[in-house]
């Protein structure tokens, strides 16, 4: 179905995600640290990263940097033993997509995993308009391909599926609950999670982000997309 570059330098977890990982119908490649699987990627085309954070050599954080500047296009879906909120919010504001929280049950990871990867190549519904526009802003949701000013945008899964949503429903407003919801299908997790992806999105398609037009905030509710007049 997918191969799964799993990264993390715990022999027994990675053993086990690469057990569930192959029973689920995925191939996978493991990489014991940052560096490894930095190196490895020069020469693999992997469908999804696994990503420890706390990695030897060089850590989860730094991987997911380098991998959103070269591989802007490689989904991600990080592990995380670090229980604060922050620690998770870190790894989404460095471009990971998804995050799992350690200890872990295996099935979950693999249930994260094909989410994102049915996500990264959704195809759009018959019938369904496939071009949405807002100003300088436009989105391919058939090719999944979002440009700006005639640039292409180098938005995660979850970035581009969050602006598709918006620019299909403008000027309504969701709360955090409401886009977790209808734009990832997760009925529990973290809603800071959406204010994050919100954060980095403002800072890929708002002329000034500090001072948002497009994705405007709805105070006590959440989230509008305005078209421009």
Not at 67 to 82: G, I, K, N, Q, Y
Not at 188 to 200: A, E, K, L, M, P
């Amino acid at each position: 179905m997918a191969q799964v570059m799993v990264v993390d330098d715990d022999d027994t977890i990675a053993s086990v995600l690469i057990t569930y990982l192959e029973k689920a119908g995925h191939t996978t490649v493991r990489a014991a640290d940052g560096q490894q699987a930095l190196d490895a990627l020069a020469g693999l085309q992997p469908d999804l990263m696994v990503l420890d954070l706390m990695l030897p050599k060089v850590d989860g954080l730094e991987v997911c940097r380098q991998v959103r500047s070269s591989w802007p296009e490689l989904p991600v879906v990080m592990l995380t033993a670090l229980a604060e909120p922050e620690d998770r919010i870190a790894g989404l504001e460095v471009g990971a997509d998804d995050y799992v929280t350690k200890p872990f049950s295996p099935r979950e990871v693999v249930l994260r995993v094909d989410s994102v990867l049915r996500r990264a190549g959704s195809s759009t519904p018959a019938g369904a308009k496939t071009i949405l526009t807002a100003g300088a802003i436009t989105v391919d949701t058939a090719a999944r391909r979002a440009v700006k000013d005639g640039a292409e945008l180098a938005l995660t899964v979850r970035e581009l599926d969050l602006l598709s949503f918006l620019l299909a429903h403008p000027g309504q407003a969701f709360d955090r609950k409401q886009l977790m919801e209808e734009v990832w299908g997760w009925t529990f997790g973290d809603q800071s999670t959406v204010t994050v992806h919100v954060r980095r999105l403002r800072e890929k398609v708002e002329q000034d982000p500090t001072n948002p037009t497009l994705i405007q905030t709805v105070w006590g509710i959440g989230y509008r997309l305005e078209l421009p007049q």
